[in-house]
């Protein structure tokens, strides 16, 4: 059997970034797991003796704390960078512009729309940026649009890995009913890469593995494209969960990797495989 490796995978800019930060100051505490892989959080605890703080009560005076690479809501922040700690902002860029978006164009007095799911940390944090959160809208589906009490002037954001045909659906309505649309595209780029990649791969796969968080909407996605091309598709957060039947009569395993999954695991992974065949 072939083993395959899709052209673009595993961590993204704003990851390597965010490791590189928490890397730089060891001893510091992650507000919320820093990136969707425990492993590598691991990695960071043996290493570097990064910790975590869950919430504001885990977090002492005199720490210094990396905010993950999703960010955090707003008053959070303030709340952090009023106590006497040393506040390290790892949230990733493509993370912050939303927050900008939804900060300015609220004030601006816009209903906003924000595609992607609230209970989504990322999510979480974009829509605290809204001035007023009456008027501030998290919806995964252009039906959930019908019932909404907004203005006739809109701003739509969308959460950074969900996939733009979906947000096409939800601007298409949101213009079919207002006046004034303002669609900012706030997809990371980073996702499509991996997916086009991951995708391609899955046409010519026999058995696809996934590797990433199991929590990971980016992972999730992944894996879900990939079943669509390739019915024999796994999702795996490491070589531990691999089982030797799925790779029975296969020709060409693919393989592909979330953004949060660092190198060293997908390694281990293909070494697994190759000693199973
Ligand atoms: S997937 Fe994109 S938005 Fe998310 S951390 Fe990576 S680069 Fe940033």
New binding site residues.
């Given amino acids: 059997m072939k083993i395959a490796l899709a052209s673009s995978y595993g961590f993204?800019?704003?990851?390597k970034r965010?490791i590189k930060i928490a890397e730089g100051h060891p001893g510091s505490k992650t507000y919320g797991p820093l990136?969707h892989n425990k492993d590598e959080i691991n990695r960071l605890k043996d290493g570097f003796n990064i910790g975590l703080a869950n919430s504001l009560d885990d977090v002492e005076e005199q720490d210094s704390v990396v905010i993950r690479?999703?960010g955090i809501p707003k008053n959070e922040l303030e709340k952090l960078r009023a106590l006497e700690t040393e506040v390290i902002d790892a949230t990733?860029?493509?993370?912050t512009t939303p927050q900008k978006i939804v900060e300015e164009m609220s004030q601006k007095g816009y209903s906003i729309v924000i595609f992607g799911d609230k209970n989504h940390p990322?999510i979480k944090g974009v829509v605290s940026y809204a001035q007023n959160l009456q008027d501030a809208f998290i919806v995964l589906d252009a039906k959930e649009l019908e019932s909404l009490p907004l203005k006739s002037r809109v701003a739509v954001v969308a959460q950074?890995?969900r996939k733009p045909e979906d947000f096409l659906k939800i601007t298409s309505a949101l213009i079919l009913k207002h006046k004034e649309v303002r669609i900012f595209n706030t997809i990371?780029?980073?996702?499509f890469e991996n997916q086009d990649a991951a995708s391609d791969l899955a046409k010519k796969a026999d058995i696809m593995i996934v590797i990433g968080g199991k929590h990971s909407s980016?992972t999730k996605q992944l894996h879900s494209i990939c079943k669509y091309h390739c019915e024999s598709s796994y999702l795996i957060e490491n070589e531990t969960e691999l089982q030797e039947e799925w790779f029975k009569d296969k020709e060409l395993c693919g393989i592909s990797a979330g953004?949060?999954t660092p190198d060293w695991i997908v390694q281990n992974v293909i070494d697994k495989i190759k000693g199973i065949v």
């Fill in positions: 993204c800019f704003g990851v965010a990136i690479t999703h990733c860029p493509y993370v990322e950074t890995t990371c780029n980073a996702t980016n953004a949060s």
